[in-house]
């Protein structure tokens, strides 16, 4: 059992360019969720699942798309990077909302 | 949004002693959960509190949903270099979207051995 998986774990991007985050869980999880985690901000919630097919904002969804096709994977994707997205990113899921289980994390500078 | 104020924002402590922190909040929840950091790496649920009053233990770690629900405490006894770490809490609002959980800034433990 893997748990949470997140590719990549380090990304450098250019301001404009584009990039896809994977989140892969093997807990037949319903929900899914994507985080940013900046420096004394504590977790910020951008986009969740509540399952395979379905997607809902979160608090700071701007700027991000999301797409949850199959049950174990969630995607998220910057489609014109700026710096205020460098970030660390981290997916979790859950089978029901409250008890989230998170991957390790994926660490995004924008330049 | 809605805030958890977490305090305190950090600590440094001596191994062997007993650690406490608190998340308030001026609205109602309905669940609190607490998660620790390591440098590196994601958050790990420790502890999750489903009902007003309710007292849960893990460990040395011990963690209550307050009366009132509108705060919660973890305690650590005798904390050991390995305690080190952010922890938060983390609330599922009274009302709130579904999905959503409100998680507090963090409390930054240091253990000196």
């Known amino acids: 059992n893997a748990g949470v998986t997140q590719t990549p774990k380090f990304r450098v991007l250019k301001t404009g360019q584009s990039m896809t985050l994977l989140c892969a869980q093997d807990?037949?999880?319903?929900?899914m969720y994507w985080y940013r985690q900046d420096p004394g901000m504590g977790l910020r919630l951008i986009h969740y699942?509540?399952?395979?097919?379905?997607?809902a904002k979160g608090e700071v969804p701007d700027g991000y798309n999301v797409s949850r096709l199959k049950k174990q994977n969630f995607l998220l994707g910057l489609e014109s990077a700026a710096p205020s997205q460098t970030s660390v990113y981290f997916c979790?899921?859950?089978?029901?909302?409250?008890?989230?289980?998170f991957g390790p994390g994926t660490r995004l500078t924008v330049t | 949004g809605q805030q958890l104020n977490q305090s305190p924002q950090s600590m440094f402590i001596q191994e062997g002693e007993d650690v406490s922190m608190n998340c308030t909040s001026s609205?109602?929840?309905?669940?609190w959960l607490w998660y620790k950091q390591d440098p590196g790496e994601g958050p790990v649920l420790l502890i999750a509190?489903?009902?007003?009053?309710e007292l849960t233990s893990n460990g040395r770690l011990t963690a209550q949903f307050g009366i009132t629900r509108k705060d919660s405490f973890l305690n650590i006894s005798a904390s050991i270099p390995s305690d080190v770490g952010i922890y938060f809490c983390?609330?599922?609002?009274?009302?709130?979207?579904?999905?959503?959980?409100?998680f507090g800034k963090g409390t930054k433990l240091s253990v000196k051995p």
């Open positions: 979790a899921s859950s089978i029901w909302v409250y008890e989230q289980y």
């Open positions: 807990m037949n999880h319903e929900y």
């Open positions: 699942s509540v399952g395979e097919g379905t997607t």
């Open positions: 609205s109602i929840f309905n669940t």
């Open positions: 509190l489903y009902k007003a009053g």
């Open positions: 983390a609330g599922q609002l009274s009302g709130g979207s579904q999905g959503n959980l409100i």
